[in-house]
T-cell receptor, first 114, second 114 residues
Framework: AQSVTQLDSQVPVFEEAPVELRCNYS??????LFWYVQYPNQGLQLLLK??????LVKGINGFEAEFNKSQTSFHLRKPSVHISDTAEYFC????????????FGKGTRLSVIA | ETGVTQSPTHLIKTRGQQVTLRCSSQ?????VSWYQQALGQGPQFIFQ???????GRGNFPPRFSGLQFPNYSSELNVNALELDDSALYLC?????????????FGPGTRLTVL
């Protein structure tokens, strides 16, 4: 079984400042890793994913994440945030075999302050 | 290409009632997964349907049941509603092909149980 811990429930940050949202996972098997964004009253949108290969993954809207197997982490970063980045961010994991379900963390609320 | 759609958008029910939520999968997708997202939590996997059969289930009681139709659309049925069933219900469609199958999420149905 897999589990995900998002270490911060809320992260306030000023506009144009950098941000890091932290995610740690636990799994007894190899995994795929994901970050999703959820805007108010909307579903989930995939920001980026790690399947294999390069540990630095670039996604949409200027976000990137780094897979660190030894620390079982997959932190999300953006060098300069915008007001429009205000949303809930979810880290998720799935076993890398077949069509396995996603296991989500509890989410991090990113609030960008003007 | 039509994305994942869900109906209704919002629903209010009382304890003990039954509810049916609907999901139309993205064109070309043959798998539908349902997730429950309680307020302030990450989504939790309920079950998955592939070729009209249940293909995996999370830790939810039998009063949560589902169907998938030949056109790959799906229904989630919940009997004997409880207050804790109040949540956003998300469906996600994917296509089983290879080891990774991206799930595309619908906007969700917000269920309130009074």
């Amino acid at each position: 079984a897999q589990s995900v811990t998002q270490l911060d429930s809320q992260v306030p940050v000023f506009e144009e400042a950098p941000v890091e949202l932290r995610c740690n996972y636990s799994s007894s098997v190899s995994v795929y890793l994901f970050w999703y964004v959820q805007y108010p009253n909307q579903g989930l949108q995939l920001l980026l994913k790690y399947l294999s290969g390069s540990t630095l993954v670039k996604g949409i809207n200027g976000f990137e994440a780094e897979f660190n197997k030894s620390q079982t982490s997959f932190h999300l970063r953006k060098p300069s945030v915008h007001i429009s980045d205000t949303a809930e961010y979810f880290c998720a994991v799935s076993a890398n075999s077949g069509n396995t379900p996603l296991v989500f963390g509890k989410g991090t609320r990113l609030s960008v302050i003007a | 290409e039509t994305g994942v759609t869900q109906s209704p958008t919002h629903l209010i029910k009382t304890r003990g009632q039954q509810v049916t939520l609907r999901c139309s999968s993205q064109s070309g997708h043959n798998t539908v997964s349902w997730y429950q997202q309680a307020l302030g939590q990450g989504p939790q996997f309920i079950f998955q349907y592939y070729r009209e059969e249940e293909n995996g289930r999370g830790n939810f009681p039998p009063r949560f049941s589902g169907l998938q139709f030949p056109n790959y659309s799906s229904e989630l049925n919940v009997n004997a509603l409880e207050l804790d069933d109040s949540a956003l219900y998300l469906c996600a469609s994917s296509s089983i092909a290879g080891s990774y199958n991206e799930q595309f999420f619908g906007p969700g149905t917000r269920l309130t149980v009074l």
